[in-house]
T-cell receptor, first 113, second 114 residues
């Protein structure tokens, strides 16, 4: 079955440290992959998305993600986090436009001052 | 542009009551969708629409009805609320398929069913 898995429920990093949030998918062909961020009490906002082309995708707010087919992963990274990055992050994917999109369970990011 | 708006922000219902969660978008998007968010479960698709007059079921459609009479509006109806429907509900819209295009989310409705 198709799935999107975020192995980490909570991640804590210090302000200024680098960040990597993991996302694994199970789709046969090249999937459509997304990262969304949800700040407390708000709706979701797209950070970046990937379908084809360059496997390193740049997004908003200084985030990037790398598509690795060999590892079935689409990990989100940021070189230096800010306190305002504290939020919940969701990875999502689908096989094609007729598939139902599937969201991972989310990773909550905590920032230490 | 207001984007995607949802009303109400909060709602408390008793078991068996009915209500409609409102969703509207002013971006002229053809595609709209409803999700529920539960702790530790991520977002799960309830229903979606690919245009006025066309709706389809998502992953968790039971207990919910939708209709799409205009491009702008996509209300979600709970006909007989149950405690299992306590959740945060998000509406979203996209220019193209919800599975391949960027979705724009509303601020959510927090529903409690007693």
């Amino acid at each position: 079955a198709q799935s999107v898995t975020q192995p980490d429920i909570h991640i804590t990093v210090s302000e200024g440290a680098s960040l990597e949030l993991r996302c694994n998918y199970s789709y046969g062909a090249t999937p459509y992959l997304f990262w969304y961020v949800q700040s407390p009490g708000q709706g979701l906002q797209l950070l970046l998305k990937y379908f084809s082309g360059d496997t390193l995708v740049q997004g908003i707010k200084g985030f990037e993600a790398e598509f690795k087919r060999s590892q079935s992963s689409f990990n989100l990274r940021k070189p230096s986090v800010h306190w305002s990055d504290a939020a919940e992050y969701f990875c999502a994917g689908s096989g094609n436009r007729d598939d139902k999109i599937i969201f991972g369970k989310g990773t909550r990011l905590h920032i230490l001052p | 542009n207001a984007g995607v708006t949802q009303t109400p922000k909060f709602q408390v219902l008793k078991t068996g009551q009915s209500m409609t969660l409102q969703c509207a978008q002013d971006m002229n998007h053809e595609y709209m969708s409803w999700y529920r968010q539960d702790p530790g479960m991520g977002l799960r698709l309830i229903h979606y629409s690919v245009g006025a007059g066309i709706t389809d079921q998502g992953e968790v459609p039971n207990g919910y009805n939708v209709s799409r009479s205009t491009t702008e509006d996509f209300p979600l109806r709970l006909l007989s609320a149950a405690p299992s429907q306590t959740s945060v509900y998000f509406c979203a819209s996209s220019y193209s398929s919800i599975s391949t295009d960027t979705q724009y989310f509303g601020p959510g409705t927090r529903l409690t069913v007693l």
